[in-house]
């Protein structure tokens, strides 16, 4: 049983607890087989029930598969040992005593080994160990071949969960709360590759609002669905599962009207399922969540999903409506099936409706194709020029927000290069840099220039610039931004001045505290960010 896990013929995921697993086995010591339970495996042990007749054999327990029918000694009645198997030795049959053993059959064959066996490393002698002890003792083979161990939840001081301490959540409650699907996938996005985790119900936000926004998104598409007219010849058809294939295509729907953020969108889904199918290969479960969370929050929701409605609602004609929005409804229902192992309940409701939509007899997504990577379609030059245009957005998007220019306001951006190709970049993304930051026109500066009155940022390295005057009243913004940092300072003083009296300190309970130095830091922050204001105003 050592020898089958130091040659790799079981990997344990992660590896270091291979190191405890071998202390375990060249430290066995006896263990009790039984336990005085009266649910489990009867141990098949009987003893004579005699007194008068008895000799020193009677004394000795018998050991068979059936009954006896009276002591071979004395021949008096024979009573069964109470006592059921220790809960482990009942664990350790669980791999082929499932399957019909002993006797030979299908499933056995068909199902042992195994593949992966999921567990906590808490249990690795007590169960782990014990099945690949007995398979190799009675099944001459390997239980499994891979051991992934999952964290242990705890609360939020770090304590396992206990019933006596009364610090472990119903998990009913938390999904009446957030929802299964919330629980699962919260829990999962939280728990690196062997680490605890600390738990707290609220935690469970991040899954629900992840639900709402594919939710949503999925409104969202079908909502447009209605009201763009079917294009004859571009249409999504769901196949029976019987042929192995979720979509066909028409070749057309592909490569017709791609723009750039088709391309963009295209390159970064195969992108994702490349990168969240080795994450799974290497049992990296919490990375492959934070992988498809990026892709479905931050890449298609906040960004496809806005240049998607400046098509849909512009002046295209309905076949261009029609085939964009089939192309991003196409990435949405791939994006689902990548994430249907995490979140299978919102993603089935979803994907239903998406293919009840196209065929009514649609199966479910959970026997659906498992998504797989075109390499076709990765591009990471695309992908790099979109980002750095995203990053502009946002800090035009900053500048706006500090400054208080209105959102129907539309601004000038100014950029001063180091790299001559980023000029190429920020012109091939100009219609949708200036659709997401409101922007009028963009310009180029040489080095040393520098536009007055403006306020500055700088991505990747790269500075860019938006001209003020004519935009907000300077004088009136220098003078409700000095007021504000005078307000803000204010009431750093006096947060201040109640951390530093020692009564409250010592009188207020430790939250109390400890809200109040953040609020501490919230404060050194806000005015850092007014003073880089009224400087750029300057």
């Avoid at 079981?10 to 430290?27: D, G, L, Q, S």
């Avoid at 004579?48 to 021949?75: A, Y």
């Avoid at 600390?198 to 639900?211: V, W």
């Avoid at 020029?385 to 306001?409: C, H, K, Q, Y």
Wanted: glycine share 4%; net charge negative; hydrophobic share 40%.
């Amino acid at each position: 049983a050592l020898q089958v896990v130091k040659d790799g013929t079981i990997k344990f995921h992660p590896e270091r607890w291979e190191k405890v697993y071998e202390h375990w086995m060249t430290n066995i010591r006896d263990w009790c087989i039984s336990r005085q339970l009266w649910w489990g495996h009867r141990i098949p042990v009987w003893y004579c029930v005699g007194d008068d007749h008895c000799t020193l054999n009677c004394k000795m327990p018998i050991v068979s598969k059936t009954k006896p029918e009276n002591c071979k000694h004395c021949n008096s009645q024979m009573v069964q040992d109470e006592d059921v198997l220790d809960t482990w030795f009942s664990s350790w049959l669980w791999p082929f005593s499932t399957l019909g053993w002993p006797k030979e059959n299908n499933d056995l064959k068909y199902f042992y080994p195994s593949d992966t066996l999921v567990t906590g490393p808490d249990i690795i002698f007590f169960w782990v160990a014990r099945m690949i002890m007995a398979g190799l003792e009675v099944m001459n083979d390997v239980p499994f071949h891979n051991v992934y161990f999952t964290s242990i939840i705890r609360d939020s001081q770090g304590r396992k969960m206990s019933k006596s301490l009364g610090n472990s959540p119903d998990p009913l409650n938390v999904i009446d709360e957030y929802g299964a699907d919330a629980l699962r996938f919260s829990i999962l996005f939280l728990a690196p590759l062997g680490q605890d985790v600390r738990f707290a119900s609220e935690k469970c936000e991040i899954g629900r609002n992840f639900a709402n926004k594919i939710w949503n998104a999925g409104r969202f598409l079908l909502m447009n669905k209605e009201n763009v007219e079917r294009v004859t010849g571009y249409e999504l058809r769901i196949t029976s599962s019987k042929e192995k294939q979720l979509a066909t295509r028409n070749s057309k729907l592909e490569t017709a009207y791609l723009d750039l953020a088709d391309k963009w969108i295209m390159s970064r889904l195969h992108s994702t399922i490349k990168d969240l199918n080795t994450a799974l290969e290497h049992f990296e479960i919490n990375q492959a969540t934070k992988i498809i969370y990026d892709f479905i929050w931050h890449d298609y929701c906040d960004w496809y999903v806005e240049m998607l409605k400046s098509r849909l609602y512009g002046d295209e004609t309905q076949e261009v409506k029609q085939i964009v929005l089939q192309r991003a409804m196409n990435v949405y229902e791939t994006s689902l099936r990548l994430l249907h192992p995490f979140m299978p309940f919102v993603t089935e409701e979803l994907w239903q409706q998406f293919t009840n939509s196209q065929q009514p007899t649609a199966n479910s997504i959970m026997i659906a194709d498992f998504p797989k990577a075109n390499e076709k379609w990765i591009d990471k030059n695309i992908e790099r020029d979109a980002w750095f245009m995203m990053e502009v957005v946002n800090a035009v998007r900053t500048i706006r927000g500090e400054l208080n220019v209105p959102p129907s306001t539309e601004v000038n951006v100014l950029f001063r290069f180091t790299n001559a190709e980023r000029n190429t970049h920020v012109t091939t993304f100009e219609s949708y840099l200036k659709r997401l930051g409101k922007v009028s026109a963009i310009g180029f500066l040489k080095n040393g220039e520098k536009p007055k009155l403006a306020s500055s940022a700088v991505v990747d390295g790269e500075e860019l610039f938006v001209p003020l005057e004519g935009i907000i009243d300077l004088e009136k913004e220098r003078v409700r931004i000095e007021k504000e940092i005078a307000r803000v300072q204010s009431l750093f003083v006096s947060t201040s001045q109640k951390l530093e009296n020692e009564n409250f300190v010592s009188r207020a309970p430790k939250d109390v505290i400890e809200k109040e130095r953040e609020k501490l830091v919230s404060f050194k922050i806000t005015v850092e960010k007014l003073t880089h204001s009224l400087e750029n105003l300057r």
